[in-house]
């Protein structure tokens, strides 16, 4: 992913350099108070967690901050799902705090879900005392070595003095270069000793260095890719997104007057409303941007990783394009395809350089004859739109119920989702204007992140309404969190889209298994085992939801739809659920098949598009 300093919120203070900065200010402090003075030094304001043995001595000077707000979750899955919602909401670094042993491997998934979406975040976790490391202790688990595969770098502090260091080192390393998750793991006897504090710690980190700034050959030789090329597609990625690319690209694109496609870690970098968006690519993309790629000459690659979600099989991948690959990691140029001009640099210095020497290009004569390519792009789009059947019977479209909630919405608000078809949905039928506005799990594809990812992008921008698009299944992952929004005046809404199923799987049944619903019906156990539970749905979300304190309301009508999604909107001072009865049948298209060429992109069941008799179709 690309990334740079300037767009990830708070840093640590530089090394100082002899002369440059006055003596810092000394206190004598325990182990866990020097933990509370890093975190707000490092600008850290709000931290999710749960309290347990071994963390338990960094709990009570906490108390006594005026600079970092603890938000106590129900679930170790909930507080690092909630900051990671944080961090790519506000763009700073997400935190969150847990005991050792099962409180450190129930952050396991949030982590790895950062890891996927390269997501600022700071995990702190308790261990047992350092003399007690390795004895199997009670609670303990090797959380270091647990994560080391899905962290960006992890830490074990056994040392009270080495604690601010840490942290700021931490934070640093998650929230530069490609940010990512970082896990400091401090043993209980050194937040107990005492040490002295001082602020900036001398920090030590020789081999990180990451490079930011694009060499100047590749980015021209990019630039006359892109002026000779017929048939470009600029592919972008989170990576924009996340080092605050956005305005560049716009500009580029502009410049260029190429098609743009935006993955789903990426939509908002692009508006969706510009005439040169194309959608989003890959298997449940639009029919245009999965055809634009596989027709492409040249594809520019900006933050993105060539994705099996977006490449669909790798060897029949935009067989006649050249690859232009810039990203902040030098890892993934290669790692899946090939680049004919790998450029390895930070998203806005790599696409402010490029405008630049496209606009050389152009003052030279060079400029890309691409009204061909438009005229088989506009084709494609009036041909094959994204678009959806109401039901027959009258019940909720699960499209329309999305896309009724993305079109009543306040200006500004934040989405988030789950995993599945309403995920899907999401993506395509609310318009994405602006980054940070659309959250999810993409790599890791986490059911149950979307409540939690609220509650934590709430947290971090409480004047911006925040909604939840969950399914029947993810929602009963996570919504013990609905609890600690309702007692920590953290209001959001939450669309349930109930079909009474996991759909995804259920649509995947439905093609592939010859209709054979295996263990994905959700709302009604086998009539053997209680016949009269035929037909009812449990739990019943209304009154769980009127539980956990939260404002609850149902919609099972079409007519009652703008009134309840209104409704919904008013309420400003409680959590909203709202439970959505929909169509079961419903399923997400287009759709390319798992394995399978992108060519044989399908624009709804048994339906192949025909592209014409194009040079290379």
């Avoid at 325990?30 to 043995?53: C, H, K, N, Y």
């Avoid at 763009?91 to 996927?116: E, F, Q, R, W, Y």
């Avoid at 930070?346 to 630049?356: G, K, P, Y």
């Avoid at 790599?443 to 939690?452: D, E, F, I, W």
């Amino acid at each position: 992913m690309l990334m740079t300093e300037q767009a990830t919120g708070h840093h640590p203070q530089p090394r100082p350099r002899s002369g440059a900065t006055p003596a810092p200010t000394v206190e004598h402090v325990t182990g866990a108070q020097s933990l509370i003075r890093s975190l707000e030094e490092v600008g850290a304001d709000t931290v999710f967690g749960i309290p347990g043995g071994c963390i338990l001595p960094a709990y009570d000077p906490m108390m006594d901050s005026k600079k970092v707000r603890h938000i106590l979750v129900r679930h170790e899955q909930g507080a690092g799902h909630a900051a990671t919602g944080y961090a790519q909401a506000t763009g700073k670094v997400g935190v969150c705090m847990a005991t050792s042993g099962p409180g450190a491997t129930n952050l396991v998934t949030p982590i790895a879900d950062a890891h996927m979406d390269s997501v600022p975040l700071v995990a702190i976790t308790g261990q047992v005392a350092s003399k007690a490391i390795g004895t199997d202790a009670f609670q303990e688990a090797d959380i270091v070595g647990i994560t080391m595969p899905i962290t960006k770098h992890n830490f074990l502090v056994t040392k009270a003095e080495d604690i601010a260091r840490t942290i700021a080192e931490a934070f640093h390393i998650a929230s530069t270069g490609r940010p990512g998750p970082v896990l400091v793991d401090i043993a209980k006897d050194a937040l107990q000793a005492r040490t002295t504090f001082s602020w900036p710690p001398q920090t030590d980190l020789p081999g990180y260095r990451p490079v930011t700034k694009p060499h100047a050959k590749q980015i021209r030789e990019a630039a006359k890719l892109i002026s000779a090329a017929r048939r470009p597609v600029l592919y972008v990625g989170g990576g924009v997104i996340k080092s605050g690319a956005t305005a560049e690209l716009k500009v580029l694109a502009e410049l260029t007057g190429a098609p743009v496609t935006t993955t789903l870690m990426a939509l908002g970098a692009f508006p969706d409303s510009h005439p040169q968006h194309v959608g989003m690519p890959g298997m449940h993309g639009s029919v245009t941007a999965v055809t634009a790629l596989q027709k492409a000459d040249l594809i520019v690659a900006l933050g993105a990783r060539f994705d099996d979600r977006v490449t669909g099989k790798l060897d029949s991948f935009a067989p006649y394009a050249k690859i232009v690959h810039a990203d902040i990691d030098p890892a993934e140029i290669g790692k899946n395809r090939a680049a004919d001009v790998p450029i390895v640099g930070d998203a806005r210095e790599v696409i402010a350089d490029l405008v630049q020497a496209v606009q050389a290009e152009h003052t030279e004569g060079n400029k890309g004859d691409y009204s061909a390519w438009w005229s088989d792009l506009n084709r494609w789009r009036e041909t094959y739109p994204l678009g959806y059947d109401l039901p027959e019977d009258g019940s909720l479209s699960p499209q329309q119920v999305i896309q009724r909630i993305g079109q009543l919405a306040p200006e500004g608000t934040v989405f988030t989702a789950g995993v599945g078809q309403h995920q899907m949905w999401a993506a395509h039928f609310i318009d994405y204007e602006k980054p940070a506005t659309w959250l999810n799990s993409g790599g890791a594809g986490t059911m149950g992140y979307a409540v939690p990812a609220a509650m934590g992008a709430k947290a971090g921008m409480p004047d911006r309404t925040v909604w939840a698009i969950d399914g029947d299944g993810c929602f009963q992952m996570t919504n013990q969190e609905l609890t600690t929004c309702a007692l920590n005046n953290i209001p959001i809404k939450v669309a349930i889209i109930n079909n009474g199923a996991l759909g995804m799987v259920r649509q995947w049944q439905t093609l592939f298994y010859n209709q054979r619903y295996s263990n994905t019906v959700l709302h009604s156990g086998p009539d053997d085992v209680n016949p009269e539970a035929k037909g009812t749905r449990v739990p019943d979300f209304v009154k769980l939801s009127e539980a956990m304190g939260c404002v609850a309301l149902r919609c099972e009508s079409p007519e009652d739809l703008d009134k309840v999604i209104a409704e919904a909107n008013a309420i400003n001072d409680r959590p909203v659920v709202v439970d959505f009865i929909v169509h079961e049948d419903a399923q997400v298209w287009p759709m390319v098949a798992a394995g399978t060429s992108n060519d044989e992109v399908m624009a709804a069941r048994g339906v192949r598009p025909d592209f014409g008799d194009g040079e290379d179709d």
